[in-house]
């Protein structure tokens, strides 16, 4: 999957597959429900275009947080904000800075995947359990499955955040959708 930075982004280069393999994985070993988002489902869902970072929405299930929170933080993640990253797994913490902040993700850096910033949905933009039962179990490396969320759910997704490159998406996929319908 070709990833890449976008254009003007804070980032040095290509979004690394190592990176993604090593995330996925982490998570994967810690037995964290998520879902993949963002870019990376819409190339995965088969439009092919850059992205530049890893999108997840997690069960917020503390357990579950907490267990994500651990695996990241093992890959040398820890968060853009100056806030610890313990904080992810406060619910009321979450609540404050969606009122206040009007933060939709919490993004995190490593340096050691500089090339890879992860954004956490701080709420979930969709009914996880259902999203989850819907999921799309797909390979980002011969060993490492990650679930992506569904063709619909991300469609959907893109519907709400209504931006430019969110219509360019929801086009091309529903136009590859069509063409594989037609063969």
């Known amino acids: 999957m070709p990833w890449a930075a976008r254009a003007g982004s804070r980032y040095a280069g290509p979004i690394e597959r190592h990176s993604i393999q090593a995330i996925i994985g982490a998570l994967n070993a810690h037995q964290v429900r998520y879902l993949v988002a963002g870019g990376l489902a819409v190339v995965a869902h088969g439009h092919v275009r850059f992205t530049a970072d890893l999108d997840l929405i997690l069960d917020l299930e503390q357990d579950n947080v907490t267990r994500a929170i651990t695996a990241l933080a093992g890959l040398g993640y820890g ?25 939709t993700v919490f993004s995190l850096f490593s340096p050691e995947h500089a090339a890879t910033e992860i954004d956490l949905f701080v709420e979930p933009p969709l009914d996880f359990e259902r999203a989850y039962a ?25 519907e709400r955040a209504g931006r430019p490159q969110d219509a360019q998406d929801i086009e091309r996929l529903r136009a590859l959708r069509q063409e594989r319908d037609d063969e």
Do not use: N, Y
Request: charged fraction near 20%; charge should be positive.
């Open 79 to 103: 968060p853009r904000a100056p806030v610890e990253l313990g904080q992810f797994a406060d619910v009321a913490a979450r609540a404050t800075w969606v009122r206040e902040k009007g933060m």
């Open 134 to 158: 819907a999921a799309v179990a797909m390979h980002v490396a011969p060993q490492t499955v990650a679930r992506f969320v569904s063709f619909d759910d991300l469609i959907a997704m893109k």
